[in-house]
């Protein structure tokens, strides 16, 4: 990295920490140590959501014939992104922090687009996405960890609901969020670790809120789980306090 080394940790970062990927600073390295410490479970959970996240675009490219992504709150790729999960579709990334915006163009090969936006404004992103997006033809829009940083329940609700109502029918949610069903005593110290640390506050969500943001779309089953177990491979086991779900806009 060439930038100056910033003082505060960025989720974005830390997750390519997490990852394994070598976009990051000492300040997230050191973020991540003091939050390992709280939850040692990070790495699984953070390679977790990652393997889901495969396992979801793989079912929208294939069975469900997605060819178009938005995926916002993207960070950094890392590896098994999700152009790279899906080499043939249009994917247009967003973010809302500029630097991960324009690290993230750095970074990346391929035909995959980045742009700055912010998901608390849906009809910016919609406006901006039709640049790339055919937007009379079925989305699949990807929310991995990202709503978790919208810590006001009825912005985030209003966010993912209006986001796709601008999408056509047949359009997908892929959306993970933390919740405290999974070591919650040590969740709730790792991100309070996190919000006192000066970066962008999180928030974990009850699975039923979680459910809430798929309200008047079809849930496909099994539901909203626990990322690993929604429709396992066999490599992953273990639960994670993050949950998903994918569901289809009739
Ligand atoms: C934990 S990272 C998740 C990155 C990626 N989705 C993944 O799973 O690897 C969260 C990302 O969301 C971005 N973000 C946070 N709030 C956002 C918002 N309101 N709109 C768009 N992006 C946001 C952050 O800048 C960060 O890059």
Same mark, same amino acid.
């Given at each position: 990295?060439?930038?100056?080394?910033?003082?505060?940790?960025?989720?974005?970062? %830390?997750?390519?920490?997490?990852?394994?990927?070598?976009?990051?600073?000492?300040?997230?390295?050191?973020?991540?140590?003091?939050?390992?410490?709280? %939850?040692?479970?990070?790495?699984?959970?953070?390679?977790?959501?990652?393997?889901?996240?495969?396992?979801?675009?793989?079912?929208?490219?294939?069975?469900?014939?997605?060819?178009?992504?938005l995926?916002?709150?993207?960070?950094?790729?890392?590896?098994?992104?999700?152009?790279?999960?899906?080499?043939?579709?249009?994917?247009l990334?967003?973010?809302?922090?500029?630097?991960?915006?324009?690290?993230?163009?750095?970074?990346?090969?391929?035909?995959?687009?980045?742009?700055?936006?912010?998901?608390?404004?849906?009809?910016?992103?919609?406006?901006?996405a039709?640049?790339?997006?055919?937007?009379?033809?079925?989305v699949?829009v990807?929310?991995?960890?990202?709503?978790?940083?919208?810590?006001?329940?009825?912005?985030?609700?209003?966010?993912?609901?209006?986001?796709?109502?601008?999408?056509?029918?047949?359009?997908?949610?892929?959306?993970?969020?933390?919740?405290?069903?999974?070591?919650?005593?040590?969740?709730?110290?790792?991100?309070?670790?996190?919000?006192?640390?000066?970066?962008?506050?999180?928030?974990?969500?009850?699975?039923?809120?979680?459910?809430?943001?798929?309200?008047?779309?079809? %849930? %496909?089953?099994?539901?909203?789980?626990?990322?690993?177990?929604?429709?396992?491979?066999?490599?992953?086991?273990?639960?994670?306090?993050?949950?998903?779900?994918?569901?289809?806009?009739?």
């Amino acid at each position: 990295m060439t930038e100056p080394s910033p003082k505060v940790a960025h989720s974005a970062r %830390l997750l390519n920490h997490l990852l394994g990927g070598t976009d990051n600073h000492p300040v997230d390295r050191a973020a991540a140590e003091q939050m390992l410490r709280h %939850l040692p479970g990070l790495v699984t959970w953070a390679r977790s959501n990652r393997r889901f996240l495969g396992r979801a675009v793989r079912y929208l490219t294939g069975t469900a014939g997605v060819t178009q992504f938005l995926d916002i709150g993207a960070g950094l790729p890392t590896a098994d992104n999700t152009h790279q999960v899906a080499p043939d579709a249009t994917v247009l990334y967003a973010d809302n922090d500029p630097q991960v915006v324009a690290l993230a163009r750095k970074l990346l090969t391929g035909t995959a687009t980045y742009i700055e936006a912010d998901l608390r404004d849906p009809d910016h992103i919609l406006r901006a996405a039709a640049a790339t997006l055919d937007l009379s033809a079925p989305v699949a829009v990807m929310l991995i960890g990202v709503v978790d940083f919208i810590v006001d329940d009825r912005a985030a609700a209003a966010a993912v609901r209006d986001l796709m109502a601008g999408l056509p029918s047949g359009s997908y949610l892929v959306l993970t969020h933390p919740t405290l069903e999974v070591a919650p005593e040590a969740v709730v110290r790792a991100m309070e670790w996190w919000n006192a640390s000066g970066s962008a506050p999180i928030c974990a969500r009850a699975p039923s809120e979680v459910a809430g943001f798929f309200r008047g779309l079809d %849930l %496909l089953d099994p539901g909203v789980v626990t990322v690993t177990r929604w429709r396992p491979d066999g490599n992953d086991t273990t639960s994670v306090p993050e949950y998903a779900g994918v569901a289809r806009k009739a």
